[in-house]
């Protein structure tokens, strides 16, 4: 009686146990978006956001939001990971006041320290913003 009763139990833990082990390689396969936001040097919002892709790149998309909603402002940008450049250019605000840049990259061995600044080539704004992905 008393195997019976041990059977009873062991059974069902050693089902649930293979189900939640055979889920978690599942989920940490696939990581969630590292998302980052800061305030530049005169109060426009900066946006930094990491992202493993399905084919292992690393999605990049960084972005300035102007406290003054103004068209064509030209800001100049580099970003960086583990302080190898990655991409620089120069971009123009939208009518609505900002700008972004999306980038998929081959991350680099090891952890990714993504760094993106921009400066406002007109009032010398600076912004510069980090994660770690």
């Not at 599942?26 to 305030?39: E, G, I, M, R």
Request: glycine share 6%.
């Amino acid at each position: 009686m008393r195997n019976r009763r041990l059977a009873s139990f062991a059974i069902p833990a050693a089902l649930v146990t293979t189900v939640i082990a055979s889920a978690i390689p599942a989920q940490a396969a696939t990581k969630p978006a590292v998302n980052s936001n800061s305030t530049c040097s005169l109060g426009s919002v900066s946006n930094l956001q990491v992202q493993r892709e399905d084919n292992g790149k690393l999605s990049i998309d960084f972005g300035i939001d102007m406290t003054a909603h103004t068209a064509g402002v030209k800001w100049s940008y580099h970003v960086t990971d583990n302080r190898s450049l990655v991409t620089r250019g120069i971009s123009s605000t939208v009518s609505d006041g900002s700008f972004s840049i999306t980038r998929a990259i081959t991350p680099r061995s090891g952890t990714n320290h993504i760094v993106a600044t921009a400066k406002n080539s007109a009032t010398g704004e600076t912004c510069r913003i980090s994660v770690i992905g």
